[in-house]
């Protein structure tokens, strides 16, 4: 019924109160197929998107109904990647900062295998072969899961005994 009270002009609405109940289910089917016709439209549109313009309204369509990122719990499946090439700023993810980084030896210096060995048994509590066996595997992560002020003062150490070492 709002339907058809926004189609008629508000004079006309005291006129369809007086109408036959057979002329207000035509108006009222006719206001059906009309909706029927838009969803069929609107249909055919989404399917001849591509998929990255398909990507980009799913975003959009999430935004415009209030759901976050990885919508509400009894919603069913939902697309949860990151933002598209295309697509406007709001639509991009918050970028997190890392807290837990990784210490890994690309290289090191021959001459200071021996102390480099030492150090690397030092920070991971290895025993003297595993220590060895793990620095002459190099390039390998000798700590995993450090916090940046823990890992910053194991690679100054072990840049200072010749190794090259990067913070993952």
Request: without cysteine; proline residues 4%; hydrophobic residues 45%.
């Given at each position: 019924?709002?339907t058809?009270?926004?189609?008629?002009?508000s004079?006309?609405?005291?006129?369809?109160?007086?109408?036959s109940?057979k002329?207000?289910?035509r108006?009222?089917?006719?206001?059906?197929?009309?909706?029927?016709?838009?969803?069929?439209?609107?249909s055919?549109?989404?399917?001849?998107?591509?998929?990255?313009?398909?990507?980009?309204?799913?975003?959009?369509?999430r935004?415009?109904?209030?759901?976050?990122?990885?919508?509400?719990?009894?919603?069913?499946?939902?697309?949860?990647?990151?933002?598209?090439?295309?697509?406007?700023?709001?639509?991009?993810?918050?970028t997190?900062?890392?807290?837990a980084?990784?210490?890994k030896?690309?290289?090191?210096?021959?001459?200071?295998?021996?102390?480099?060995i030492?150090?690397?048994?030092?920070?991971?509590?290895?025993?003297?072969?595993?220590?060895?066996?793990?620095?002459?595997?190099?390039?390998?992560?000798?700590?995993?899961?450090?916090?940046?002020?823990?890992?910053?003062?194991i690679?100054?150490?072990?840049?200072?005994?010749?190794?090259?070492?990067?913070?993952?």
């Amino acid at each position: 019924m709002y339907t058809i009270a926004r189609k008629l002009p508000s004079k006309s609405l005291t006129g369809l109160l007086a109408l036959s109940p057979k002329t207000i289910s035509r108006f009222l089917s006719a206001a059906a197929e009309s909706r029927t016709n838009k969803l069929e439209r609107i249909s055919d549109e989404l399917l001849s998107l591509s998929k990255l313009e398909r990507y980009d309204y799913a975003i959009l369509f999430r935004l415009k109904m209030g759901l976050d990122r990885f919508g509400s719990a009894g919603s069913g499946p939902i697309l949860t990647t990151g933002s598209a090439a295309g697509s406007g700023a709001a639509d991009a993810p918050a970028t997190v900062e890392k807290t837990a980084f990784d210490i890994k030896l690309e290289k090191f210096d021959a001459a200071a295998k021996i102390k480099i060995i030492k150090e690397v048994r030092a920070f991971t509590d290895l025993g003297l072969k595993e220590a060895k066996d793990m620095v002459e595997k190099a390039p390998v992560v000798l700590k995993k899961g450090l916090t940046k002020d823990e890992a910053n003062p194991i690679l100054e150490k072990l840049k200072e005994l010749g190794a090259t070492v990067v913070l993952e």
